[in-house]
């Protein structure tokens, strides 16, 4: 919601000039000057400064400490003497956690809190072999094994004789010290360092005699060194444009490299405006993880967007990984490629694998501050690396029903009488939607918790009349506050200190939509709890329950700062800058305004909150956005990789705002970005203040039935959408996915990313080409089969064709040996349909078979877990047979829903066909053949959707 400047210059007091430039300037495209590259970040520049080679770094095994689940040692730098504490744990699933911190710091280093759901469970870690140089470990049970070598220091993980992983094999561990400034004495931190590992038995007495000699004979070196480091640009202090930021603890980065052989395909590291696949980024800068506020941005580049999630997979046809690096600040990814055969990495894994070439990627992270917390989630299959790191920060929330519906959104819709309008035009043209939203200017004054009194005098009536046609509103609340002494939100957080500080202790403020404003400190749980109460009905006036809640601006934004967001140096509790939770922000935000609505509800019903910032763990809150795009042919594509790498670091829940937030999007524009919007998991047009109007029927005739035609098939597929994300609750998998995902060892699919699967049964391949008249739609699937869902035609897999298209063809597939619920009586919302019958669709697999499944519940509580008040029911077809059994028997819900039809696609014409019931009763079934499609409909049915029951063909 980076909404351009040209309106909002004319809405607020008098502002500084420089702050109406930046913003004019965004408002046309993203000025790139005023975010940083690598070059002009002091702690990548000196990261990247370091070369691959030996590293600096030699691992003490005499120092190793054993417990059952973790080991210890130290690392020494051999240039400057620092030690670090090395922390390596297996843990249960198939992954390794390594830790890296100073051994004594001046003061405590940041670590993440809030984002691991619990402490991870670990397993047995034993040594099976040591010399003077390595020491290897088994992990668990597993056949695979670490060793860690001393100097240069490197660690290796094997699975069985395969080498899976390196870490540090380039030398680029780089860990900054927290270190006192110049003057302050270098041979009293040495000394002091000294003297605390003469106190830590974990250290021979030898080696630290010696350590101390080597310290004596470099101390004039060391001097002139240190010296050369204070007087770096941007190592104590560092200015940005018109911004500098004090660094009252110095260079602090970390920095670490690990090497894949064997894999050229790496994933993930959201939000960029970039392909799938992950590119090089030799010779340009690294992918830059770190919220900010990106006006109108550019596509296929490294810029950091609105969220982060330092998660990256790397796939081959044998294997998948990943690698979760756990830091809040400012992280730059640097990825290339590399042969093993010419590296002493690929030594080892010719001297394991017989010789020979191996292609490999090499990732290094580099982050501003904080420890090296990382972990290793070691596969073997995609699906397994998705459990895994869900494992570690939870799934996606299981969201209401009626959030996997249609959304109407745009800044704004005016007034009240503009919501009764554009909800009875959907009445009208026969559109099923779910939601309306409304936008800051619904608010008064940008006092967020209020409304308007012109425009909104009657919240509560408004939100009633909503209700009473089963449909929903959203309004936005940011987390930048007015300062103004007669905003009681503001007035309560500055009472109780709940304000972020400066460096100099006095609130932090800065320039967002209201104005002038203050940012609370999401950081603090107390501040989170206040917040979380402020969703109470008595609390946030003229609410109710089918008001829900969208967080924007909360990486944060602020129009004044620095890259448009805070300052690095701003103070959270506790006394953590800003630098070390910058990443979070976005999350605590939608965790606490979560909260709220749980709160309210008494903690009986699934909260929807939309967020535009985001970090590893988000998922767990809601759903989430890819921020202000355009009206363009390139960003309606670009949203297909963009929420396709959002999926595979856990948060299921995306979308991109339908039409383009900036520009007009032409007719034929908006009704392919309807197609393409159809069929990702949130479902959302918006638009900016400036934009004509775009409800569906101000198209003409021929679009609005389009446009009503394709979200009429978002709605018959409702059931479907329930129960991926039922499953992503549970397993972590990624509701749209990828096409590798279900064809690992496909290698066709590894660089495909304008087609993907919705669940493993369908198969989109939405048109985003301007004036298309075909496009090639790759089935993949060695012997297998798809079905046009639109025509029934049957296809062998795998091929490339060609598919003519036209502006009313959206092409999407079943996939054979699936079977996917619909619901085919659309209504004006999901919550009308809850008890309409279902019918399934049964593609028939080569042999002849077929499994799916479905979910259902009220749609919108927690008693499905509760109280174990739903149902989930199998179907399979094998041998002429369709049967339906429970999934799951601790579930039990009532429902007058019934299976109205069964469509069954690839089969022959049988003789007969007939129902049996649980209770033995037998009966004949009417049905329909088509010899031209191979398609059976069995009519009527007629059964609960929660009875057992089996239809047999003859």
Same mark, same amino acid.
């Given at each position: 919601?980076?909404?351009?400047?040209?309106?909002?210059?004319?809405?607020?007091?008098?502002?500084?000039?420089?702050?109406?430039?930046?913003?004019?300037?965004?408002?046309?495209?993203?000025?790139?000057?005023?975010?940083?590259?690598?070059?002009?970040?002091?702690?990548?520049?000196?990261?990247?400064?370091?070369?691959?080679?030996?590293?600096?770094?030699?691992?003490?095994?005499?120092?190793?400490?054993?417990?059952?689940?973790? *080991?210890?040692?130290?690392?020494?730098?051999?240039?400057?003497?620092?030690?670090?504490?090395?922390?390596?744990?297996?843990?249960?699933?198939?992954?390794?956690?390594?830790? #890296?911190?100073?051994?004594?710091?001046?003061?405590?280093?940041?670590?993440?809190?809030?984002?691991?759901?619990? !402490?991870?469970?670990?397993?047995?870690?034993?040594?099976?072999?040591?010399? !003077?140089?390595?020491?290897?470990?088994?992990?668990?049970?597993?056949?695979?094994?670490? @060793?860690?070598?001393?100097?240069?220091?490197?660690?290796?993980?094997?699975?069985?004789?395969?080498?899976?992983?390196?870490?540090?094999?380039?030398?680029?561990?780089?860990?900054?010290?927290?270190?006192?400034?110049?003057?302050?004495?270098?041979?009293?931190?040495?000394?002091?360092? &000294?003297?605390?590992?003469?106190?830590?038995?974990?250290?021979?007495?030898?080696?630290?005699?010696?350590?101390?000699?080597?310290?004596?004979?470099?101390?004039?070196?060391?001097?002139?060194?240190?010296?050369?480091?204070?007087?770096?640009?941007?190592?104590?202090?560092?200015?940005?444009?018109?911004?500098?930021?004090?660094?009252?603890?110095?260079?602090?980065?970390?920095?670490?490299?690990?090497?894949?052989?064997?894999?050229?395909?790496?994933?993930?590291?959201?939000?960029?405006?970039?392909?799938?696949?992950?590119?090089?980024?030799?010779?340009?800068?690294?992918?830059?993880?770190?919220?900010?506020?990106?006006?109108?941005?550019?596509?296929?580049?490294?810029?950091?967007?609105?969220?982060? *999630?330092?998660?990256?997979?790397?796939?081959?046809?044998?294997?998948?990984?990943?690698?979760?690096?756990?830091?809040?600040?400012?992280?730059?990814?640097?990825?290339?490629?590399?042969?093993?055969?010419?590296?002493?990495?690929?030594?080892?894994?010719? %001297?394991?694998?017989?010789?020979?070439?191996?292609?490999?990627?090499?990732?290094?992270?580099?982050?501003?501050?904080?420890?090296?917390?990382?972990?290793?989630?070691?596969?073997?299959?995609?699906?397994?690396?998705?459990?895994?790191?869900?494992?570690?920060?939870?799934?996606?929330?299981?969201?209401? &029903?009626?959030?996997?519906?249609?959304?109407?959104?745009?800044?704004?819709?005016?007034?009240?009488?503009?919501?009764?309008?554009?909800?009875?035009?959907?009445?009208?043209?026969?559109?099923?939607?779910?939601?309306?939203?409304?936008?800051?200017?619904?608010?008064?004054?940008?006092?967020?918790?209020?409304?308007?009194?012109?425009?909104?005098?009657?919240?509560?009536?408004?939100?009633?009349?909503?209700?009473?046609?089963?449909?929903?509103?959203?309004? @936005?609340?940011?987390?930048?506050?007015?300062?103004?002494?007669?905003?009681?939100?503001?007035?309560?957080?500055?009472?109780?200190?709940?304000?972020?500080?400066?460096?100099?202790?006095?609130?932090?403020?800065?320039?967002?939509?209201?104005?002038?404003?203050?940012?609370?400190?999401?950081?603090?749980?107390?501040?989170?709890?206040?917040?979380?109460?402020?969703?109470?009905?008595?609390?946030?006036?003229?609410?109710?329950?089918?008001?829900?809640?969208?967080?924007?601006?909360?990486?944060?934004?602020?129009?004044?700062?620095?890259?448009?967001?805070?300052?690095?140096?701003?103070?959270?509790?506790?006394?953590?800058?800003?630098?070390?939770?910058?990443?979070?922000?976005?999350?605590?935000?939608?965790?606490?305004?979560?909260?709220?609505?749980?709160?309210?509800?008494?903690?009986?019903?699934?909260?929807?909150?939309?967020?535009?910032?985001?970090?590893?763990?988000?998922?767990?809150?809601?759903?989430?956005?890819?921020?202000?795009?355009?009206?363009?042919?390139?960003?309606?594509?670009?949203?297909?990789?963009?929420? &396709?790498?959002?999926?595979?670091?856990? #948060?299921?829940?995306?979308?991109?705002?339908?039409?383009?937030?900036?520009?007009?999007?032409?007719?034929?524009?908006?009704?392919?970005?309807?197609?393409?919007?159809?069929?990702?998991?949130?479902?959302?047009?918006?638009?900016?203040?400036?934009?004509?109007?775009?409800?569906?029927?101000?198209?003409?005739?021929?679009?609005?039935?389009?446009?009503?035609?394709?979200?009429? $098939?978002?709605?018959?597929?409702?059931?479907?959408?329930?129960?991926?994300? %039922?499953?992503? %609750?549970?397993?972590?998998?990624?509701?749209?996915?990828?096409?590798?995902?279900?064809?690992?060892?496909?290698?066709?699919?590894?660089?495909?990313?304008?087609?993907?699967?919705?669940?493993?049964?369908?198969?989109?391949?939405?048109?985003?080409? $301007?004036?298309?008249?075909?496009?090639?739609?790759?089935?993949?699937?060695?012997?297998?089969?798809?079905?046009?869902?639109?025509?029934?035609?049957?296809?062998?897999?795998?091929?490339?064709?060609?598919?003519?298209?036209?502006?009313?063809?959206?092409?999407?597939? $079943?996939?054979?040996?699936?079977?996917?619920?619909?619901?085919?009586?659309?209504?004006?919302?999901?919550?009308?349909?809850?008890?309409?019958?279902?019918?399934?669709?049964?593609?028939?697999?080569?042999?002849?078979?077929?499994?799916?499944?479905?979910?259902?519940?009220?749609?919108?509580?927690?008693?499905?877990?509760?109280?174990?008040?739903?149902?989930?029911?199998?179907?399979?077809?094998?041998?002429?047979?369709?049967?339906?059994?429970?999934?799951?028997?601790?579930?039990?819900?009532?429902?007058?829903?019934? @299976?109205?039809?069964?469509?069954?696609?690839?089969?022959?014409?049988?003789?007969?066909?007939?129902?049996?019931?649980?209770?033995?009763?037998?009966?004949?079934?009417?049905?329909?053949?088509?010899?031209?499609?191979?398609?059976?409909?069995?009519?009527?049915?007629?059964?609960? *959707?929660?009875?057992?029951?089996?239809?047999?063909?003859?």
């Amino acid at each position: 919601l980076s909404k351009m400047a040209v309106s909002a210059v004319g809405r607020f007091p008098v502002v500084a000039l420089s702050w109406i430039c930046i913003c004019i300037t965004a408002s046309l495209a993203v000025d790139r000057s005023n975010f940083k590259t690598c070059g002009q970040s002091s702690f990548c520049t000196r990261q990247r400064s370091l070369k691959p080679g030996n590293s600096m770094y030699r691992a003490l095994l005499d120092s190793l400490q054993l417990r059952e689940s973790s *080991v210890s040692l130290h690392l020494i730098n051999e240039v400057t003497k620092i030690p670090l504490l090395l922390e390596i744990s297996g843990l249960d699933g198939n992954m390794v956690r390594i830790k #890296i911190n100073e051994l004594n710091p001046l003061k405590p280093r940041y670590e993440v809190p809030d984002v691991l759901i619990r !402490e991870p469970a670990t397993t047995l870690l034993t040594v099976t072999g040591r010399d !003077e140089n390595s020491i290897e470990f088994n992990l668990g049970t597993t056949q695979q094994k670490l @060793i860690v070598t001393a100097k240069p220091f490197r660690m290796d993980l094997l699975a069985g004789h395969d080498l899976v992983l390196s870490v540090n094999s380039r030398g680029l561990l780089m860990f900054e010290h927290i270190r006192q400034r110049k003057d302050s004495g270098e041979e009293k931190e040495a000394t002091e360092s &000294l003297e605390s590992k003469k106190d830590d038995d974990s250290v021979p007495v030898d080696q630290i005699v010696e350590e101390g000699s080597e310290q004596a004979v470099d101390s004039e070196n060391e001097k002139e060194k240190a010296q050369k480091e204070e007087e770096e640009p941007g190592t104590w202090e560092e200015t940005f444009k018109t911004h500098t930021d004090s660094k009252p603890n110095g260079p602090t980065s970390v920095g670490l490299d690990f090497s894949l052989p064997g894999f050229e395909h790496v994933y993930g590291i959201p939000e960029h405006a970039e392909n799938l696949k992950l590119k090089n980024t030799e010779g340009g800068d690294p992918y830059r993880l770190y919220n900010l506020d990106v006006f109108q941005y550019e596509l296929y580049n490294p810029m950091a967007l609105y969220g982060s *999630v330092p998660v990256l997979l790397a796939h081959n046809s044998q294997r998948t990984l990943g690698i979760f690096w756990l830091n809040a600040a400012e992280t730059w990814v640097d990825i290339s490629s590399n042969t093993a055969g010419k590296t002493l990495f690929g030594k080892m894994l010719d %001297y394991i694998q017989g010789g020979g070439e191996t292609p490999q990627t090499d990732i290094r992270w580099m982050s501003e501050s904080g420890i090296i917390d990382v972990f290793l989630m070691l596969g073997p299959t995609a699906k397994d690396v998705f459990q895994q790191y869900t494992s570690l920060t939870g799934t996606q929330a299981f969201p209401p &029903l009626f959030s996997l519906g249609y959304h109407q959104c745009r800044w704004n819709y005016n007034d009240e009488e503009d919501v009764r309008g554009v909800d009875a035009g959907f009445d009208e043209h026969d559109i099923p939607y779910d939601v309306l939203w409304l936008d800051i200017e619904h608010a008064d004054g940008k006092r967020y918790f209020t409304w308007d009194p012109s425009k909104f005098p009657t919240p509560r009536d408004m939100l009633n009349n909503m209700a009473s046609k089963r449909r929903k509103m959203v309004s @936005i609340v940011d987390p930048h506050i007015k300062i103004d002494s007669n905003y009681r939100i503001h007035n309560e957080i500055r009472s109780k200190g709940f304000y972020v500080k400066t460096k100099d202790g006095g609130d932090y403020e800065g320039w967002c939509w209201p104005g002038s404003a203050g940012y609370p400190d999401f950081t603090n749980p107390a501040m989170r709890s206040w917040w979380a109460s402020m969703f109470s009905y008595d609390q946030y006036e003229g609410s109710t329950e089918n008001l829900f809640v969208w967080n924007d601006m909360n990486e944060p934004s602020v129009f004044n700062g620095p890259e448009v967001t805070m300052h690095k140096d701003a103070v959270h509790m506790d006394g953590w800058e800003h630098r070390d939770v910058h990443n979070l922000y976005g999350l605590y935000v939608q965790k606490a305004t979560a909260e709220g609505q749980l709160l309210r509800s008494l903690g009986e019903e699934r909260p929807f909150v939309l967020t535009r910032a985001f970090f590893a763990g988000s998922q767990r809150y809601g759903a989430v956005w890819t921020g202000d795009n355009s009206a363009e042919w390139d960003h309606l594509k670009i949203s297909v990789p963009m929420c &396709l790498s959002l999926g595979l670091v856990g #948060i299921s829940f995306c979308g991109a705002d339908i039409g383009g937030f900036f520009k007009n999007p032409s007719t034929e524009l908006l009704v392919r970005w309807y197609q393409m919007g159809a069929y990702q998991p949130f479902f959302r047009a918006h638009a900016h203040l400036d934009t004509t109007r775009r409800e569906p029927w101000l198209f003409g005739e021929e679009n609005k039935q389009l446009i009503r035609s394709v979200i009429r $098939q978002r709605y018959a597929l409702l059931p479907y959408w329930y129960t991926l994300f %039922y499953h992503s %609750y549970h397993t972590g998998e990624p509701v749209m996915r990828p096409l590798w995902v279900e064809f690992p060892d496909d290698t066709i699919t590894f660089n495909i990313d304008d087609q993907f699967l919705v669940g493993s049964a369908l198969l989109a391949h939405p048109v985003s080409e $301007q004036g298309a008249r075909g496009i090639q739609v790759y089935l993949p699937g060695n012997g297998e089969v798809w079905y046009d869902v639109h025509t029934h035609q049957r296809y062998m897999a795998p091929q490339t064709m060609y598919v003519p298209v036209t502006l009313n063809s959206i092409p999407v597939y $079943q996939r054979g040996g699936s079977i996917v619920p619909r619901k085919d009586r659309i209504r004006r919302s999901s919550e009308c349909m809850h008890v309409d019958p279902f019918t399934l669709y049964v593609a028939l697999s080569p042999k002849g078979s077929a499994v799916g499944d479905l979910f259902v519940d009220d749609g919108h509580s927690f008693n499905f877990e509760k109280k174990n008040q739903f149902l989930h029911r199998n179907f399979s077809f094998f041998s002429g047979v369709l049967t339906s059994s429970s999934a799951d028997p601790r579930g039990s819900f009532e429902s007058p829903a019934w @299976i109205e039809r069964v469509v069954i696609l690839g089969i022959g014409k049988p003789t007969s066909v007939s129902l049996e019931k649980a209770d033995g009763g037998e009966s004949a079934l009417d049905f329909e053949y088509s010899m031209e499609t191979s398609v059976l409909t069995i009519r009527k049915p007629a059964v609960n *959707v929660a009875a057992d029951w089996s239809i047999s063909l003859r």
